[in-house]
Nanobody, 115 residues
């Protein structure tokens, strides 16, 4: 099983980034996919979740209206489009696959919002 995040980097306040997570080694289309983020000394925070079919989405209050989660079951990919970024969005972003009692995590990608 592998989840590999990409697309992180340094961006100025107000800018945008698109994170990608490539999945392999499991039946991607059967799993709910989520993005989390974490900063040093804080608990991991749920950013957004999308169900296996892609028709049910939950977005955290802190990013609502700015971040959008999407997926392609044909490509085994999940995405996080992040707009209007601010310094408080600086964190390591992780994707997670979950189904019943199973869950898998990626290694994370760093997003830094700074001028």
């Amino acid at each position: 099983v592998q989840l590999v995040e990409s697309g992180g980097g340094l961006v100025q306040p107000g800018g945008s980034l698109r994170l990608s997570c490539a999945a392999s080694g499991f039946t991607f289309s059967s799993y709910r996919m989520s993005w989390y983020r974490q900063t040093p000394g804080k608990e991991r925070e749920l950013v957004a979740t999308i169900n296996s079919g892609g028709f049910s989405i939950t977005t955290g209050d802190s990013v609502k209206g700015r971040f959008t989660i999407s997926r392609s079951n044909a490509k085994n990919m999940v995405y996080l489009q992040m707009n209007s970024l601010n310094p408080e969005d600086t964190a390591v972003y992780y994707c997670k696959a979950s189904r019943d009692l199973s869950e898998y995590w990626g290694q994370g990608t760093q997003v830094t919002v700074s001028s």
